[in-house]
């Protein structure tokens, strides 16, 4: 079945050591996005990647990278993770983004990143 | 204003009722827009994706968008146990600068 995977699933990391999240589609699509999601709140893009092409959200920190090797991976670093990094960090992919009937967003299992 | 807003909720509504959740959105120029359910502790899945004015069925669930009044909705029918989750509303641009805004969704309760 085609799909996004996303590993690990559960992340522990110290305060201030890097950590990387990894993301993987089968589905062949074009955009892949990365959110942050904290309990009871909406997700939040933080950045996208529409094929090779990288768009930051303007208020995305500093503290947060992303790479796309190829079309079928993307990874999250975080430099320096504090104790407000803690959440479910979503990968998500799409066929397109500038067609309305081509951008359905289709969710990986997301990350829980614990900080200590 | 936020974005996208939804009524956090929680709605309880009976198995078997219809449950009615709403969102509205700031930006005039949005094209499309998603309802997501998800369940506690797990990532959003899509339900519906609506472009244009009016209603669309899909099983249970009918997505209805006003762009005038931007507003959109999502009605379940014959709500079941299995229902409960907090909906997200998302919704998108994609002329002008693309953008995604999700809403922070409704917490539905199913009561058997």
């Known amino acids: 079945d085609a799909m996004v995977i996303q590993n690990p699933r559960y992340q522990v990391t110290q305060f201030g050591k890097p950590v990387t999240l990894s993301c993987s589609q089968t589905l062949n699509h074009n955009v892949m996005y990365w959110y942050q999601q904290k309990s009871s709140q909406a997700p939040k893009l933080l950045f996208h990647y529409y094929d090779k092409d990288f768009n930051n959200e303007a208020d995305t920190p500093d503290n947060f990278q992303s790479r796309r090797p190829n079309t079928s991976f993307c990874f999250l670093d975080i430099r320096s993770p504090g104790l407000g990094d803690a959440a479910m960090y979503l990968c998500?992919?799409?066929?397109?983004?500038?067609?309305?009937?081509?951008?359905?967003?289709?969710f990986g299992p997301g990350t829980r990143l614990t900080v200590l | 204003q936020k974005e996208v807003e939804q009524n956090s909720g929680p709605l309880s509504v009976p198995e078997g009722a219809i449950a009615s959740l709403n969102c509205t959105y700031s930006?005039?120029?949005?094209?499309?827009f998603f309802w997501y359910r998800q369940y506690s502790g797990k990532s959003p899945e899509l339900i519906m994706s609506?472009?244009?004015?009016g209603d669309k069925e899909d099983g249970r669930f009918t997505a209805q968008l006003n762009k005038a009044s931007q507003y959109v909705s999502l009605l379940i029918r014959d709500s079941q146990p299995s229902d409960s989750a907090t909906y997200l509303c998302?919704?998108?641009?994609?002329?002008?600068?693309?953008?995604?805004?999700f809403g922070a969704g409704t917490r539905l309760f199913v009561k058997a």
């Open positions: 930006d005039r120029v949005s094209q499309s």
């Open positions: 609506i472009y244009s004015n």
């Open positions: 998500a992919t799409s066929r397109d983004k500038r067609l309305a009937e081509y951008n359905e967003q289709f």
């Open positions: 998302a919704v998108n641009r994609e002329t002008g600068g693309f953008k995604t805004i």
